[in-house]
């Protein structure tokens, strides 16, 4: 039978020492309910500036633009972290504060309800009638009786003496320390994918001379997590062999499909939503667009060609890049490059062009009618500067401050035609490729996180759906044996009554046949 | 196919506006209906009528001093039931409106904005048919769950409006389906909720004496105690959906399509938001210091963060999220 436990007299009170008093009730107070629920609300609030503002992590560019468009402002939102909202002071701040409460709170909570679980339900209250729930059972059943029926529908039962008491539901807070703790295993799981991942974004053309190997130069873009070196990235190169999109009448995309060769080896197909997954990274397919291929040829009769991707600027894929031939015009006899006549061409690519002009839109974003406008321009380019530039844009220093001038009209080009300039050097273009943007991405801590909110899911149910309850039943024989029980819920329950019922339905029925049992047995 | 989803969601709304005026008439001409008597027994001097919690066999006895001279209130029971009935009539052609919807894009009607704002309103007024067949005595709340499945279908038809178009790329995905439906059917709830949240918050206005709009509606609607509880339900029973929609599926998802499993997309941001403060709401409903006001203001903060997620996320930001198709 289950042992009752006596709970340990409290200990006498000590005169309470002022600094460790002021830490206890410090501790007590940012442990307490109201204020976790401040710190969620701060949460709530400190996370709308992140969707309001261009964040970095989510765009660089728009924050760009952001402090083009608010020069004076942007510097002050800079200095309060508000471009960078989740990885802000504050924001840390709020939440390692809400998970400090939290464990200061799960903790104590964690203990008492282990010592719940091994004691027994508590003894039968001296007036079962004042309970929630009543009854006077019509049979006699001794306690031995009730019990077997009591643990029969798995409820924890102590018999002393003449009473029972029984009590169920504990999955209820079982199910909430799991949620809570689940919630800081969540948290670890994402600061193991901070510290040991790393991502890389690029634009990759189709084609062989194009291919790319996994290192951090070879990123347009990328992050390493803290504890990550450039060295520890996987070795492995990826070419793009394929690129294929379809589209519905209206232009809408239909369908996206890439293929890439993995250090040599057969060609695998990835696409949006299902990722090329390598050892140690997953490559994610985030875009595409189109790579005009230009020849320029310059004035002592040298040509150059260069693949330059141009990036959409609409649904229709009206494309816009920049062609630049930096070493165009150098003297072949001295070597010698002269950086006024440096070659550049600013375009508009239509996949799809229209048939008379204007020519400023596409119609549609598949290959039907392409055509290139350029621009053509003379003079420094101002690469040589060491100043990082686009290469998707001239540098506007130089065109406003005259170094680099346009030459003529703009002029539109179909695929394979040519156009000679006025000092005699002429343009072609011969054609597109297909390019992709690509994410590699590792982050270890995914499956870990996946798994804490699978089992915070779990505990979230129990503890919502989970309903504490006792139910008491005391034998008094005297001149008359009479039955009572009594039961009490500790949570909202709206049913109990209806359990509580049909128990004490189950103890007479027991009750009836019990005799008859005990004959035969 | 998809001309017909047009013209089922028009009768649908106009039966949804058909239920509102059947519930207005009982709200206004049901003098002291059988839910408000036996809600406010303060104010009604009959006390055989007292704890009345839910048959609807009680004849109301006393006109009260400042309500006009009651009508026969059999009728206005009827206006009631007929406001229900037309409510089912709604539900069902609504369904009518999202299959046909589906069926004409050979797809689940969740593609855009438009499409998810009818399943999102679906699944309330389902929820509400369902709460509603338990719970006899929240009829009444019938008007107010009307008016925002009018004014919410009507903002969907007038202005979310887009032709029907299979799904992008980026959305042909299994967790399409289970990603978008726990979102659907745990907003649709959540939205629900709202009703009683609000009309606890007005009934406890009346109890304390506020006599002033909106608490003069507190007369009629369901005891505080009865709001409450049915507030809660319905929060609990959605964030564990809700839970897993938006933080579990929709980060697998994620995943998948975009590299990452969070990456604080303004959709992400006020997922996240929604949960944190429905999370506070659970929390304040199960601590017994706090307020019960104080816990429902907080339900209905929620509420405000699931419209400016549906709503203002895809209007006012660009994020990964843009299939609004606004």
Known sequence: MTVVEEKPAPAPARRPNAAWALLRNSWRQLTSMRTALILLFLLAIAAIPGSVLPQRGVDAQNVDGYYAEHPTLAPILERLGAFEVFASPWFSAIYLLLFTSLIGCIIPRLRDHFRAMRMAPPAVPARLDRLPQHAVLTGTPDADAIAAVLRKRRWRVAVRGDTVSA??????????????LALLAVLFGVAIGSWYGWHGNRLLVAGPDNAFCNTLQQYDESGLGARVDASDLPRFCLELTDFQAKFLATG??????????????????????????????????????????????????????TTAPFLSVDGMLTSEGVAAFPDANVDPKTGARDSKLQVAFEGLYLPTAPDTAPYTRSLFPAERSPALLLFAYRGNLGMDAGIPNSVYKLDQRQVTSGRLARIGDGKLLRVGEKWTLDDGTSVEFLGTKQYATLSVRYDPGEKPVLASAAVGLLGLMLSLTGRRRRVFFRVTTGRSTLVEAGGLPRTDYAGFAEEFAQLVKDVEDRDSEGPVNGRTV | MAALSDQLLVIAIMSYVAAMVGHAAEYAFGQRSHVGRAAAPAVVPEPALVGAGGPPAVEPVLPSSFDPPPPAPDKARYAGWFAVAATVIAALVHLGTLVTRGLAAHRMPWGNMYEFVLSVTFVGITAWLVVLSRKHTIRHLGLFVALAMVLLLGVAGMVLYVDVAPLVPALKSTWFVVHVSAAVLSSGIFLLGFVPAAMFLIRSGYDRGKRSFPYSLGARVPAADALDRLTFRLHAFAFPIWTFGALIAGPIWAEAAWGRYWGWDPKEVWAFISWIVYAGYLHARATPSVKRTTATWIAVVGWLTMLMNLFGVNIFFTGLHSYGGL
């Open chain 1, 167 to 180: 009590e169920k539901g504990h999955l209820k807070e079982t199910g909430n320390l799991l949620f809570h």
């Open chain 1, 252 to 305: 809408q995309p239909e369908s996206f499909r890439a293929t890439a060769r993995v250090d040599g080896g057969a060609p695998r197909s990835f696409s949006v939503n299902s990722p090329l997954r390598l050892d140690g990274a997953n490559v994610y397919l985030l875009g595409h667009g189109y790579a005009p291929v230009i020849k320029y040829t310059d004035r002592y009769g040298r040509s150059q060609t």
